[in-house]
Every structure is written in structure tokens, then in C-alpha cells.
């Protein structure tokens, strides 16, 4: 048995603007019934009947404006469901599960409910269970969870006396609630009396006398972590704690989040990098679905055969495959990928000198079909890096002989277009869209159409970002240079985007450099390797590209972390510190992949 779900996307509907062919066309309303109509109260939009819908799918083709989805559903959700927002609005089934001492980590693509999860379990949210007609009360909530695990910590919810410390996902919003320095937010806030060590562990030092509202992204979101671990509470909810911070910083914060948990509390972790959420947690659950409209919160996995779960697209205690497709890795690494001797590009040894920080970069080549993984902490130059490649910012000594067209897409994104998305694509990238490989590999899969009637001004971070990256890649050029493409994107597109780049640069014959933070992301589609090292802030220094595992090992050795391979899905995994293998990686000097230097890849006491 299975259920019909009709989803509406309020901002794609506009009855106004079209012919109402979705109400003219249904074949229940030929017949008679009204299973499509006008909104009653907003007659802008369309009503559809979930009840009266026979899912023929007429609706959805002949919707101008993709608006509208229709699918099915097994009939047992139903007594699943948690939360609806309305009539055609999205609905979430199942809630995370929580376990006391363990870090229980959240994965899934965005809009599919991760962040109302998190708002239901710490009481900002009352659930409905899909009854958005009538008032939602704790008395339904309890009643459903009768002889559920979560009932005992609801009742605490119901009545004031949970403990509850949420990091939310907007910590833009921060600087609106405190004008002050840093420094007496943390005071303030110190319900542990570990201000000064959580300071230090995440390094906030440089920070403190600032104000907030002066703060860089990374600083602002160490902060918000600070915040809502000094709080004395009974559980930790942390939505997407690594955005803006460098792999160092996210290493720190890892670090914290572990130790709240070790000392008896519940934690939640929301995460896009899976580097980052494999090294933070005991257990994962994916969150499915289609974003907008539903979204299912699976059951409980180990983290490792739950990652695994996520890239193998296939759930096995649902017996529910959620992406026709793998994500995988390259198995064997012994060998670097054969590399093409045509050079697109070429730099000196450049260096460029700003008040209080320097870069030095080492001389090298950017071949063709190749794309070049830079990694390193952040304020080491690697932005001023791409933009003197691009000829935006000259060097103080050192020539860059490029002779190339170069396609950059910058670190911060403006979103100052006055228009549609439609109207940008027409007016500021041109024929470039219409590319059948990128039509195929990138902008299909990211859905761009999607956001076509959509302002440029009113898209999310995400959104904006996917449309900076089809945008860069539908130039005309011989280097694309992207500064971190992953921020904002969900798991599911960062690896829609990793393959789309390999396959793009390769069929085009061109060149690539990609700076990010996500080692997962670097490991997947990086061919060769840039290193950032120094001291951030005050002096930056570039190696000349290195053979992938030449420099992932060097910057592996430079945070201390040793990598191995999943047996089961190839990808790379972070050894536990101190565990038998990162002791024997580090005694041999191999920080990346060591089955390659004679240890056998065999998973052990990690789990």
C-alpha cells in the first residue's frame, strides 16, 4: 500500500502568470471531482487533493514552472509522520535518535528536514504529526510516543525542564543579539566555568576583544560552538558546525564536540563534511527524501557502515535505495593517474607583500585535463593565490605567463543581480549554459531550472553557490579556478559537483584548481596537489603542485592526522588518535593511505 504526496513550491506557483493547466488538464477534474483548485486563502496558489490524486503525474508536465511534485510513499509512514507544514508543504517522518555519551551525527541534502528535526527536539517546535489544521499540543506528541525511547526526554521538553543547547545553522544572525566584544558574550554565557578552555581549544584568543559583529565567518561560527557548549545542559545540538572554518579549525571543533559528549551528555551533530562527521561521530542517520517536500529520518547506524550507506545510495535496514548511483573512490592509488604533458598555464616564483602578511608561491605548471586540489589553513594566501593567476592582483616579483582565459569563481558571493535567475543566465553567461556535458553533468543534476523564475537576491547560500559553479564552468576558458565551491552545498550536490568538474576539464582538455576545506571533496576530484603552509595571517607559503599522495601526505603531517581506506567503499577515513594504526602510520611517515607502504587495509579497533 502506499500513500500519494502532492508537494506545491509556493515560490515557484504563480497562477497568475500561467493558464491553469494543471487544474484544466487533471483527469479528476475532467471527470467532475476537484482534486486541483484555487487556494481559498491564497488564490495565488494551487490545492492539491492527496486523497482524490490517482498519481498520473499530468500536473507535474504540464506545470510551467515545475511547481509541483507527485510521489509515493509506503502507507506506513504515515503513522511516522511528525511534522507538516501545511497543505502541500513539506512533512517530516521519524526523529533522530539520540544516545547518551555517543556523538549521533545527521546527514542528507538540504531541505529535507535535518534543521527541523533539531528545532522539534529542543522544544522550539511543536509537532503536529501532520495534523496542521488543528493546534499542535505535547499532550499529541506524548500520547504518540507511548512506549517510544523519546518519550522520556519530551515529557522533560513538555515541561520546561529540559536542558537543551542548540548551535543553530544561522550564525549570521548573531551579531544581531550582541552588540558587544566577544569576550563578555563568552563571560556571559559560562555556565561550565571552562570559558578558558573552550577559548583555547578553538582558538578564539585573537577574537575575544573583538565584537561580534566584526568577526570573520569562521571566527563567528567557533563562536556560536563556544556559546552553546558553555551552557549547562543535558543535550548538545550542533547544525553544521564546520561552515567557514579551515581543516584545522575543524579539527578543533570536532575536538569539543567529542568531549562533551565523553562526559555523559546527548549530541547531535548536522554535517555536510563527511571527513568532519566520520572523525566527530559514534553513530549516523541519513536523512532522505526530496528537499522541499518530505524527508525520512533513517535508523541508526555505526558511522562508518552509516557514510558507506550514504555513498552506497542504499539503506540497508530500510531496504531503500535513495540515489540510483555510488559515490566512489579510487581503489588503488599505487600508481599516480597518468598526468598530460600540455601545459595551459605557467607561474614564477610569485610573491606579493600586504601590510602584516607575505605570500611566497614556488614555480609551476598547470596541465591540461588536470585539476589541482590547494589545501591549508586559512589567511595563507590561497585566495590572493587564484587572484593573481587571474590578473586581479599583481605581484610584488614573479612572473605569471598564463596566455589563458581564466573562468574564477570567488570565495564570497554577491548576490546583488537585479532579477530572475533566468534573466542572469541570459544576460550575464550566455550560449555557455546551453553546453550538452554541462547541461548533463552539472546544471541538470543541480536542478538549476528550477530556479529560473527565482530573484538572484532571494536564493540561499547553496542556491547561489550552484549557480556560481554552472556559471563559472559555462565560460569559455582554458582555467577554471574555484574558491571554495563546497560551502553552503549539501552532501548529495558536493558530489554531484566532484564528478562534474573531473568529467568537464577532461572532456574539455582544460585546467582546473579547486581550494576547499572538505578533504573528501579535495581527495575525490583532485589530481595533483598545491599545499598552503605558514603562519595565517602573517606569512603564507605555496608548494609547486605535487603528486596527489605526495601532497596530501604532506599536509596530513602538518595537522597530525593519518588517513586509511574503507575496505568497503574506498573512501578515506581519519584513524582514531593514538589508535595502533595512526601509531604505526606515523612511525612510517605515511599519513595518507598507508596500505600502499605494506600495512593491509583492514578496518580494526577504530569502531
Given amino acids: 500500500m502506499v500513500h500519494r504526496v502532492a508537494g506545491l ?9 500561467c493558464g491553469l493547466e494543471c487544474i484544466k488538464d487533471c483527469p479528476v477534474n475532467i471527470n467532475g471531482d476537484e482534486c486541483i483548485t484555487l487556494g481559498e486563502g491564497n488564490p495565488r496558489l494551487a490545492v492539491i487533493s492527496e486523497q482524490l490524486c490517482i498519481g498520473c503525474g499530468i500536473c507535474v ?56 528535526a533539531l528545532q522539534i527536539l529542543s522544544g522550539q517546535l511543536v509537532p503536529n504529526l501532520g495534523d496542521y489544521e488543528r493546534p499542535a499540543t505535547w499532550d499529541l506528541m506524548l500520547r504518540y510516543l507511548s512506549g517510544k525511547e523519546l518519550k522520556e526526554h519530551f515529557e522533560k521538553v513538555a515541561s520546561g525542564e529540559a536542558r537543551i543547547s542548540l548551535k543553530p545553522q544561522a550564525v549570521y544572525k548573531l551579531p544581531e543579539v550582541w552588540k558587544k566584544d566577544v569576550a563578555s558574550l563568552l563571560e556571559k554565557m559560562d555556565e561550565t566555568g571552562e570559558v578558558e578552555a573552550v577559548t583555547e581549544t578553538l582558538g578564539l584568543g585573537e577574537a575575544l576583544p573583538k565584537k561580534v559583529g566584526d568577526l570573520s565567518g569562521g571566527e563567528l561560527q567557533r563562536v556560536a560552538v563556544a556559546v552553546a557548549s558553555l551552557k549547562d545542559a543535558d543535550m548538545y545540538l550542533f547544525d553544521e558546525p564546520s561552515s567557514f572554518n579551515d581543516v584545522y579549525q575543524r579539527l578543533a571543533v570536532s575536538k569539543l564536540i567529542r568531549s562533551i559528549a565523553e562526559k555523559g551528555k546527548y549530541v547531535l551533530l548536522v554535517e555536510h563534511d563527511i571527513t568532519f562527521l566520520d572523525y566527530a561521530s559514534d553513530y549516523v542517520q541519513v536523512v532522505y527524501g526530496e528537499p522541499g517536500v518530505y524527508g525520512i529520518v533513517s535508523s541508526l547506524y555505526p558511522s562508518r557502515s552509516g557514510i558507506n550507506a550514504l555513498l552506497d545510495g542504499y539503506l540497508p535496514n530500510e531496504n531503500t ?45 598547470m ?76 546544471a541538470g543534476p543541480l536542478k538549476i531550472e528550477k530556479l529560473f523564475p527565482r530573484n538572484v537576491a532571494d ?37 554531484v559537483i566532484a564528478k562534474a568538474m573531473g568529467k568537464l576539464v577532461k572532456a574539455r582538455g582544460k585546467s582546473a584548481i579547486i581550494i576547499d576545506h572538505d578533504i573528501q571533496l579535495l581527495d575525490l576530484i583532485s589530481d595533483r596537489m598545491m599545499v598552503f603552509t605558514g603562519e595565517p595571517g602573517r606569512s603564507g607559503s605555496a608548494t609547486a603542485p605535487l603528486g596527489k599522495e605526495e601532497g596530501m601526505n604532506t599536509f596530513l603531517g602538518e595537522i597530525g592526522l593519518t588517513y586509511r581506506r574503507d575496505v568497503k567503499s574506498g573512501r578515506p577515513r581519519v584513524n582514531k588518535p593514538e589508535s595502533k594504526r595512526d601509531r604505526e602510520q606515523k612511525e612510517m611517515g605515511q599519513y595518507y593511505y598507508a596500505a600502499r607502504a605494506g600495512l593491509p587495509e583492514a578496518e580494526e579497533e577504530e569502531e
Fill in 61 to 116: 508536465k504540464v506545470c510551467p514552472f515545475e511547481a509541483i511534485t507527485i510521489l509515493n510513499l509506503s502507507e506506513e509512514l504515515q503513522e511516522d509522520r511528525i511534522h507538516q507544514y501545511g497543505v502541500n508543504s513539506f512533512r517530516l517522518y521519524r526523529l533522530p535518535t539520540p544516545r547518551k555519551g555517543q556523538v549521533v551525527g545527521l546527514v542528507g541534502r538540504n531541505g529535507t528536514g535535518k534543521s527541523t
Fill in 459 to 495: 536564493l540561499s547560500g547553496g542556491e547561489l553557490q550552484k549557480l556560481a559553479i554552472v556559471s563559472t564552468f559555462a565560460a569559455a576558458a582554458d582555467l577554471y579556478a574555484l574558491d571554495e565551491p563546497s560551502a553552503f552545498v549539501d552532501v548529495e550536490d558536493r558530489f
Fill in 9 to 17: 513550491d509556493d515560490n515557484l506557483c504563480h497562477s497568475d502568470k
Fill in 321 to 365: 535505495r535513495f540515489r540510483d548511483r555510488a559515490v566512489t573512490f579510487e581503489a588503488a592509488t599505487a600508481v599516480e593517474s597518468q598526468q598530460s604533458e600540455e601545459v595551459i598555464a605557467r607561474y614564477g616564483a610569485l610573491r606579493k607583500r600586504f601590510p602584516g602578511f607575505e605570500l611566497d608561491a614556488s614555480p609551476g605548471e
Fill in 367 to 442: 596541465t591540461a585535463g588536470t585539476i589541482f586540489g590547494a589545501i591549508g589553513a586559512n589567511a595563507l594566501g590561497k585566495t590572493t593565490f587564484l587572484r593573481m593567476l587571474a590578473g586581479e592582483e599583481k605581484p610584488d616579483s614573479g612572473e605569471v605567463s598564463l596566455g589563458v582565459k581564466i573562468a574564477l569563481k570567488p570565495q564570497y558571493l554577491k548576490a546583488d543581480y537585479k532579477g530572475t535567475v533566468l534573466e542572469f543566465i541570459t544576460e550575464k553567461v550566455g550560449k555557455g549554459y546551453d553546453d550538452a556535458n554541462l547541461q548533463a553533468h552539472l
